[in-house]
Every structure is written in structure tokens, then in C-alpha cells.
């Protein structure tokens, strides 16, 4: 079983920047293949960015070119760099790591852009 621990969530300006961490712990961290998802309010859940073992990325169309994700296979980490911020962006993001054996889910970091 994977834990996951996400951060850096708060509360953000319009066009402003926030960075995402996760902290991964009980796996091989370099086998998983990581992503970041949110939730808005009242929506489902969906994808936001995907990395995989190798590094290769992948991108929701609605966040291309402004969001950047990267991970640290040294420290474990996974980390979600978020440009140009609009409110549409506003919600609870979470870190899910899927392996072999199935899939881990963070508890969620919250954040807001304020207009």
C-alpha cells in the first residue's frame, strides 16, 4: 500500500502561481506512475496531469501550458508547478499513484483562486 501525502494547498490571486507536493512512502516510488486530480465543487473528480515511471507527461487540455508536473524519485516526491491561475482552477486536488497492484489516493490539498 502506497501513502500519499499532498501539500501546499491555500488560497491564490487570479494569474498568480501555487506549487503542489506529494509525498509518497511503502513503495518503490520509481515503479508508480503518479498523477494529479481534482475536484471541484459539486463536479466529479478529474484528471489533471499524469507522469509516468519514465517521466513522460500528460496533460488535461483545460490546464496545458500553464501546469507542470515533475517528480523526484530521490525524495519521493511529486510535485505539480500551477501558472496563470483562474478560478476555475479552485478545488481540492489530490495525488493518486497507481501500481501493479492496484491504486492509492491522497487525502487532498485544497485551494482557492480568488478573483
Known amino acids: 500500500q502506497v501513502q500519499l501525502v499532498e501539500s501546499g494547498g491555500g488560497l491564490v490571486q487570479a494569474g498568480g502561481s501555487l506549487r503542489l507536493s506529494c509525498a509518497a512512502s511503502?513503495?518503490?516510488?520509481?515503479?508508480?506512475?503518479m498523477g494529479w486530480y481534482r475536484q471541484a465543487p459539486g463536479k466529479d473528480r478529474e484528471l489533471v496531469a499524469l507522469?509516468?515511471?519514465?517521466?513522460?507527461?500528460h496533460y488535461a487540455d483545460s490546464v496545458k501550458g500553464r501546469f507542470t508536473i515533475s517528480r523526484d524519485n530521490a525524495k519521493n516526491t511529486v510535485d505539480l508547478q500551477m501558472n496563470s491561475l483562474q478560478s476555475k482552477d479552485t478545488g481540492v486536488y489530490y495525488c493518486?499513484?497507481?501500481?501493479?497492484?492496484?491504486?492509492?489516493w491522497g487525502q487532498g490539498t485544497q485551494f482557492t483562486v480568488s478573483q
Open positions: 493518486k499513484a497507481t501500481r501493479l497492484g492496484g491504486t492509492s
Open positions: 507522469i509516468s515511471k519514465g517521466g513522460s507527461t
Open positions: 511503502g513503495s518503490r516510488f520509481s515503479t508508480l506512475m
